[in-house]
């Protein structure tokens, strides 16, 4: 009677201050996660040549984006291992191994010689350590917005869990911040001689330091009460949820292209279909992206006052309606303003996804299930179009018909706005409210 007694007593509350603690804990951690995975776009400009010596700029960025895709493959495996891993052991274990394997993969490239060096060896390393990077990343986006939505208060959860993409972009933010330092301080024969190894290595000592900061994070509320509680098979469990899991796939799909378009791709479009400088297409990418930031909290939190089914309706109809003219306009501008008042007009339109999905799927599934169910199918969809968006982006440029990526992306993201139509409105009908 007294052990009963003790398992359904509820935990006493955290103050604002603890809440904002593990959040933060866990989104320095999610911060250096992100930048490991995006220094690789930001520097391949650089690298490519290091590791595929043959063939013009656009052979040798294909290949580059190859690989990038390639990390995405091991995302869904990332997503479905360490999903269950969180869901059986804990965010707080989850979130430690994740950031912990990206440090490896940072590791991987930053060491390996070039092809002139071991040949065939070198892209052959480059592969697998984007492979260990892509597991981890699978693994931290469905953990790491299941944490942050759990730690969050009912109230401000589209808030708390907007600081997922806040992190994520300041990530990208400091490859590009680290990008530019390097562009002012080394020459580009440097740069693309040894100087592409530096951001790696400074990922790997971060990781180290991300790590330290994760094991003071609490566990959530919602793990702790749930994990004496016996569980079947997480996947079949899953499997109980199809509605849900489509969902995500649904509300994913449009979202997650639309934001590597305009993100880790749009730095290479401006220079290689553009015709802009490198120097200039990275602080571009800057500028927007800084912006682009600031907007997922305000987004977030005006999500908890009006709904999270408006701001996804909003994104899907402005993107549908937008995309091709903005893609279009971009192929001709002139100059810098120019390129940076369409790239931010397209990212506040993306912002009504990104601010948002995190906690649409965390609170779409019920605690023993949440991470599996938002990780597994998130990096399943991320998989097939966000990994594959800058590869396709390039391969419709390799055969002449660019206009036609314009087009892809813009039915994509029209196929998520009918999952946003009929979809219910998870502010209201939220299964972390049941629990």
Same mark, same amino acid.
């Given at each position: 009677?007294? #052990? ?15 809440? $904002? ?10 911060? !250096? ?27 040798? $960025?294909? #290949? ?38 990206? +440090? ?18 070198? =892209?052959? &390393? ?55 330092? $390097?562009?002012?301080? &080394? ?13 790696? @290595?400074?990922?790997?000592? +971060? ?30 469990? &899953?499997?109980?949820? =199809? ?28 220079? #290689? ?83 948002? #999905? ?5 609170? $779409?599934? =019920? ?6 169910? !938002? ?9 097939? @179009? ?28 029209? +196929? ?20």
């Amino acid at each position: 009677m007294d #052990n009963s007694s003790t398992l359904i007593t509820p935990a006493v509350p955290r103050t604002t201050s603890q809440r $904002l603690k593990s959040i933060f804990s866990g989104s320095v951690g999610n911060l !250096v996660e992100w930048y490991d995975w995006y220094v690789y776009a930001a520097f391949s400009l650089y690298f490519a040549k290091a590791f595929f010596p043959q063939g013009d700029m656009t052979a040798q $960025l294909l #290949n580059t984006a190859a690989i990038f895709a390639v990390g995405f493959l091991m995302r869904p495996i990332g997503g479905w291992l360490m999903g269950i891993y969180a869901d059986r052991k804990g965010r707080k274990a989850a979130l430690l191994l994740s950031v912990l394997m990206m +440090c490896g993969g940072s590791l991987i490239i930053a060491l390996t010689p070039g092809y002139e060096t071991i040949g065939v060896a070198a =892209p052959i &390393l480059l592969v697998l350590a984007r492979l260990l990077q892509g597991l981890s990343v699978g693994g931290e986006y469905g953990t790491s917005a299941t944490y942050l939505s759990e730690m969050a208060t009912k109230e401000q959860r589209g808030f708390y869990s907007s600081f997922q993409y806040v992190t994520l972009i300041s990530g990208q933010l400091i490859a590009l911040g680290v990008l530019i330092a $390097l562009q002012q301080t &080394l020459s580009t024969e440097q740069l693309e001689s040894w100087g592409w190894r530096v951001p790696f @290595f400074i990922g790997a000592f +971060c990781a180290v330091a991300a790590l330290y900061l994760r094991r003071g994070m609490e566990e959530t509320e919602s793990f702790t009460q749930k994990k004496d509680k016996p569980k079947e098979s997480l996947l079949r469990t &899953l499997l109980r949820y =199809p509605k849900e899991v489509l969902t995500v796939v649904g509300l994913t799909m449009g979202g997650t292209l639309a934001f590597y378009t305009y993100t880790t791709y749009m730095q290479k479009y401006l220079v #290689n279909s553009v015709g802009m400088s490198k120097n200039d297409s990275t602080m571009i990418s800057a500028a927007t992206l800084f912006l682009f930031m600031l907007l997922q909290p305000i987004i977030g939190a005006l999500s908890d006052k009006i709904g999270r089914r408006p701001i996804l309706i909003a994104f899907g109809v402005l993107g549908t309606l937008f995309t091709y003219p903005i893609l279009s306009a971009l192929q001709g501008v002139q100059n810098w303003w120019d390129a940076f008042l369409l790239i931010m007009l397209a990212l506040i339109i993306v912002s009504g996804y990104t601010s948002i #999905n995190a906690v649409v799927k965390a609170e $779409l599934f =019920p605690t023993e299930i949440r991470a599996l169910g !938002v990780g597994l199918p998130y990096a399943l969809t991320v998989s097939i @179009f966000g990994g594959t968006a800058e590869y396709l982006a390039l391969w419709f440029k390799s055969i002449g018909m660019e206009s036609g990526f314009y087009w892809y992306v813009t039915g994509c993201i029209a +196929c998520s706005l009918l999952v946003y139509v009929f979809m219910k409105d998870t502010r209201h009908h939220s299964r972390m409210d049941r629990d």
